[in-house]
């Protein structure tokens, strides 16, 4: 069975700092990119980072560059996102997803991993 879960959210102040997991299975972890996305009440999801199989970082969203760092480790099956002087606006849900590519349309890119249950974000202001 293929799947993923998210974890490590919380409640954080502004200009503090998280760091979420992923764990997949079911599938051969080190053969795929992976991506985190996010999703704010009321607004679509969206993607955050998107790094390549072999742990090279491709893409960062605009709104999370220079603050948030996406990295692997293949032997562990783990994905994380470490997310620094987090903002108000970083509210959200976070989601990981194995996905088909890592190139300039990854947004939108097949997901090969169903949606987990994802992971709280809360920045308070």
């Not at 709104?63 to 996406?70: E, T």
């Not at 990295?71 to 987090?86: G, P, W």
């Not at 989601?95 to 947004?107: D, H």
Request: glycine share 12%; proline share 4%; hydrophobic share 35%.
């Amino acid at each position: 069975q293929v799947q993923v879960v998210e974890s490590g959210g919380g409640l954080v102040q502004t200009g503090g700092s998280l760091r979420l997991s992923c764990i997949a299975s079911g599938l051969t972890f080190a053969n795929y990119p992976m991506g985190w996305f996010r999703q704010a009440p009321g607004n679509e999801r969206e993607g955050v980072a998107c790094i390549n199989w072999n742990g090279v970082p491709l893409y960062y969203s605009a709104s999370v560059k220079g603050r948030f760092s996406i990295s692997r480790d293949n032997a562990r099956k783990t994905l994380y996102l470490q997310m620094n002087n987090l903002k108000h606006e970083d509210t959200s849900v976070y989601y990981c997803a194995a996905i088909v590519s890592c190139g300039a349309s990854w947004q939108s890119s097949p997901k090969l991993t169903p949606w987990g249950q994802g992971t709280q974000v809360t920045v308070s202001s």
